[in-house]
């Protein structure tokens, strides 16, 4: 079993619709999670760094995580053709800053 | 957060020759790391680039084939030696400001070969 599942999707969705994107992981010991966005031929951006669990909100993206049930959330309101992209999920190990990936769901905004 | 610059962007690299990437960051930072993502996929730490010592290597990634130097806080390079076609990826360099923040990513370079 992987450290940290995510589907690949391609997960497809109509603009403005609200997208949900998921994480499970298996580590108790993970106490920081992040989300990157990756779009084709760039590096991953960081999108939104979250420690405890409940939600963060910046913008149009919330960060939820549920440490009971290790399950960690991004959700997109208003989703826009911008937003189709890759979505990351990931947490560092312990102390040696080594992070944990998922594989990435692959999102795309159809107009 | 701190901007991360990679050169080059893309190379076309001949078997068996060396392909040395550079990282540059616009600020100091306490940690670099080194990263390859096969196309659709996720990544991979190849190893950690250390100021002032050797880099911390993961497993199945050895020395001989990614050298890596970091000569100060903003700075370091990822040679790929004695390229092969199992080499074509792409590389990423990725720094953190200090310990408490999280990573940041360049733009990656592009390596085929040919």
């Known amino acids: 079993q992987k450290e940290v599942e995510q589907d690949p999707g391609p997960l497809s969705v109509p603009e403005g619709a609200i997208v949900s994107l998921n994480c499970t992981y298996s580590n108790s010991a993970f106490q920081y999670f992040m989300w990157y966005r990756q779009y084709s031929r760039k590096g991953p951006e960081l999108l939104m760094y979250?420690?405890s669990s409940g939600n963060k909100e910046d913008g149009r993206f919330t960060a939820q995580v549920d440490k009971s049930s290790k399950y960690i959330s991004l959700f997109i309101r208003d989703s826009q053709p911008s937003d189709s992209a890759t979505y990351l999920c990931?947490?560092?190990?312990?102390?040696?800053?080594?992070?944990?990936w998922g594989a990435g769901t692959k999102l795309i905004i159809k107009p | 957060s701190a901007v991360i610059s990679q050169k080059p962007s893309r190379d076309i690299c001949q078997r068996g020759t060396s392909l040395t990437i550079q990282c540059q960051v616009d600020?100091?930072?306490?940690?670099m790391f080194w990263y390859r993502q096969q196309p659709g996929q996720s990544l991979t730490l190849i190893a950690t680039a250390n100021q002032g010592s050797e880099a911390t290597y993961e497993s199945g990634f050895v020395i001989d084939k990614f050298p890596i130097s970091r000569p100060n806080l903003t700075f370091s390079t990822l040679t790929v030696s004695n390229l092969s076609p199992e080499d074509s990826s792409i590389y990423l360099c990725?720094?953190?400001?200090?310990?408490?923040?999280?990573?940041?990513f360049g733009d990656g370079t592009r390596l085929s070969i040919l």
């Open positions: 990931a947490s560092p190990m312990d102390s040696n800053y080594q992070l944990i």
């Open positions: 979250t420690y």
């Open positions: 990725s720094a953190m400001t200090d310990s408490n923040q999280p990573q940041h």
């Open positions: 600020s100091q930072v306490t940690m």
